[in-house]
């Protein structure tokens, strides 16, 4: 492995600033790599907890697959008080990384590595140009670099800027008795409607017949207030019969769809994950995309070369998250119908493909194909360019 010390006067070959997915993903498999570089990694949380759960559609086999805690073969959409679509893949399931499994992996990885070491409760202030290096202040001091990889989350102020915010809060539950949940399906997009706090849905996946997480989603054009997910969350395990439960755990985000461009960042440093557009704009996904980067950085890391940051999309794709995000946040009405009929109508694993980043010529006709022409029509005369208000007054 040629990747020999390179910090000169500096104290570490490479600071990672925050250690959750992006920045784990790096560390971890330097660590398991057996990397020869120093390495710290700078993290405000004191300990790790189950606080997310990624999941994405991927074959039966890839190279996560030992992380992966559970499988669905099938998932449903569909509109409130409308029939449910349900649909299968023979190539592709819906698939469930519990974060803490995540988080252990890679922490067990970084705990054997006597040269890249994780520092917690730690918050980074400044970063500042240091000869041919970095000096980074910290909660806990300063320490000097020869590169730095920032994975922070992009501040208020950027993620207000997105053309929609994805917005979500979500309980693991455990039942009193049989909820009658069907283990093998999720539901991806169910009672989908629009009212004032914008498009709603419920998200839930069912880890047997009494457990499962049950999310409500909203996207809207604005920051929501917290009591309005609480209320959605309260209202769907009440109608759902879920409200007689154990909670096991919880979690909630809100994530930007479509930023207009990158946070600017300090010229020399890499940034990466969601700060350095890791996330898929017209879905939200976010994890395979950062283990696709992080195993393309440690490649480069590997052959002597410098950090690398997020790839960018393809022309096509980000072309059609563009249009479909313009012709949402422009008439957020539509949503319920467009995602039903994207779903109901185009083939299953076009759309699995299309959400997943590999999306064909085909598959993009497809999806084309299955969504109503005169809202795309009237988003292609929107300017890409046309600057987005969080209050939705564009
Ligand atoms: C609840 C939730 C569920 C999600 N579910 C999915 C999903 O199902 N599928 C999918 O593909 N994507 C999902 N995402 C989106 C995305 O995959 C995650 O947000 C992912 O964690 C992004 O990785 P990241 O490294 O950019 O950010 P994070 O994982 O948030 O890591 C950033 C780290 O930086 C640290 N930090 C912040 N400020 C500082 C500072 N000043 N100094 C030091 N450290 C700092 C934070 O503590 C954090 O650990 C989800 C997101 C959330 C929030």
């Not at 998200?203 to 207030?225: C, I, K, M, Q």
């Not at 480069?300 to 249009?323: E, F, H, T, V």
Request: glycine content about 8%.
């Amino acid at each position: 492995m040629n990747n020999t010390k390179r910090s000169g006067s500096a104290e570490h070959d490479l600071v990672i600033i925050g250690g959750g997915c992006a920045g784990l993903s790096l560390a971890g498999r330097l660590a398991s790599q057996g990397s020869r570089l120093s390495v710290a990694v700078l993290e405000t949380r004191s300990d790790y907890r189950d606080d997310r759960s990624w999941c994405f559609f991927a074959p039966p086999r890839h190279r996560h697959e030992q992380l992966v805690s559970h499988r669905w073969s099938r998932w449903l959409v569909g509109r409130e008080n409308r029939a449910l679509i349900e649909r299968q893949s023979r190539r592709f399931s819906y698939q469930y990384v519990r974060s803490v499994d995540f988080y252990q992996t890679h922490l067990a990885a970084i705990e054997r590595h006597p040269l890249i070491d994780l520092h917690r409760s730690t918050s980074v202030n400044a970063i500042e140009r240091q000869g041919k290096g970095w000096r980074i202040e910290t909660s806990r001091g300063s320490l000097t670099a020869a590169e730095v990889l920032d994975t922070r989350p992009p501040g208020r102020a950027h993620l207000e800027s997105a053309m929609l915010l994805q917005t979500f809060k979500g309980v693991e539950i455990e039942l009193d008795q049989d909820g009658h949940l069907e283990p093998d399906c999720v539901e991806l997009m169910t009672q989908l409607r629009h009212d004032r706090d914008g498009l709603y849905f419920t998200y839930l996946l069912p880890f047997g017949t009494r457990r499962a997480l049950v999310e409500v989603t909203r996207f809207s054009n604005r920051p929501l207030d917290q009591d309005v997910l609480d209320h959605d969350l309260h209202t769907v395990l009440a109608q759902r019969g879920l409200d007689r439960h154990r909670q096991i755990r919880r979690e909630a985000g809100c994530l930007p769809m479509g930023l207009p461009d990158a946070e600017a960042s300090q010229p020399g440093i890499v940034r990466a994950g969601m700060a350095g557009g890791a996330l898929r704009p017209s879905s939200g996904y976010a994890f395979l995309r950062i283990q696709a980067w992080a195993a393309r950085c440690l490649q480069r890391l590997q052959s002597g070369g410098p950090l690398l940051g997020q790839a960018r999309d393809p022309r096509l794709q980000s072309l059609m998250d563009g249009l479909f995000l313009r012709v949402l946040a422009d008439d957020l009405s539509l949503a319920p119908a467009l995602f039903s009929q994207l779903f109901e109508r185009a083939h299953p694993d076009s759309v699995v493909r299309f959400l997943s980043d590999q999306a064909g010529p085909g598959d993009y006709l497809n999806v084309i194909r299955s969504l109503p022409r005169r809202p795309f029509l009237r988003g292609l005369c929107l300017s890409p360019n046309r600057s987005w208000s969080v209050a939705g007054s564009s």
